[in-house]
T-cell receptor
Framework: EAEVAQSPRYKITEKSQAVAFWCDPI?????LYWYRQILGQGPELLVQ????????DSQLPKDRFSAERLKGVDSTLKIQPAELGDSAMYLC????????????FGEGSRLTVL | DAKTTQPPSMDCAEGRAANLPCNHS???????VYWYRQIHSQGPQYIIH???NNETNEMASLIITEDRKSSTLILPHATLRDTAVYYC????????????FGTGTRLTIIP
């Protein structure tokens, strides 16, 4: 069964350092989402791509976060500089982009900022 | 703003049916009800979705009230592997709409 691949699975970094997460969606999925999940809360959308274009980045802290999906396939989410409050699970999801629009999530990347 | 209301936690005995309620009194006419679950340290997993008719698949059944203001997810024979946080989400079915998660219901299956 096809899966959304994410790496790294775990990342520990010191504040002010740069960190990057990678996501490879299910083949053929046009829509890609990055979510952030703080412990004890539901996932919150950071950015949504349709192919290589950003559809929604209204909740992305653009002073330190950036995301790209250059060829409309895999995607990278970067944080620079990392802050203590960025400690969270970063989840990537993809969907075909057609009804009913089921999202398939990866296992996530857990970030700890010291 | 939360569009759904769920109890924060529930327990269910192993082998019994688990019934998870969700209130969505402000649901729009074209919005579907989706259910996802998240097992500890994993990404959310799609369970089922519906508009106004009851739905059933290999994982669960979804019962939506006639006025569509509430629904119930039913796991017919709960196992320990069903212990997870369950999210009820309302969303247009246009295919590229985001999912907006609340805090969900933490379901614990008791041996």
């Amino acid at each position: 069964e096809a899966e959304v691949a994410q790496s790294p699975r775990y990342k520990i970094t010191e504040k002010s350092q740069a960190v990057a997460f990678w996501c490879d969606p299910i083949s053929g999925h046009a829509t890609l989402y990055w979510y952030r999940q703080i412990l004890g809360q539901g996932p919150e959308l950071l950015v949504q791509f349709q192919d290589e274009s950003v559809v929604d980045d209204s909740q992305l802290p653009k002073d330190r976060f950036s995301a790209e999906r250059l060829k409309g396939v895999d995607s990278t989410l970067k944080i620079q500089p990392a802050e203590l409050g960025d400690s969270a699970m970063y989840l990537c999801a993809s969907s075909l982009g057609t009804p009913p629009g089921e999202l398939f999530f990866g296992e996530g990347s857990r970030l700890t900022v010291l | 703003d939360a569009k759904t209301t769920q109890p924060p936690s529930m327990d269910c005995a192993e082998g019994r049916a688990a019934n998870l309620p969700c209130n969505h009194s402000t649901i729009s006419g074209n919005e579907y009800v989706y259910w996802y679950r998240q097992i500890h340290s994993q990404g959310p997993q799609y369970i089922i979705h519906g508009l106004k008719n009851n739905e059933t698949n290999e994982m669960a059944s979804l019962i939506i009230t006639e006025d569509r203001k509430s629904s119930t997810l039913i796991l017919p024979h709960a196992t320990l592997r069903d212990t997870a946080v369950y999210y009820c989400i309302v969303r247009p079915p246009f295919g590229n709409e985001k999912l907006t998660f609340g805090t969900g219901t933490r379901l614990t299956i008791i041996p």
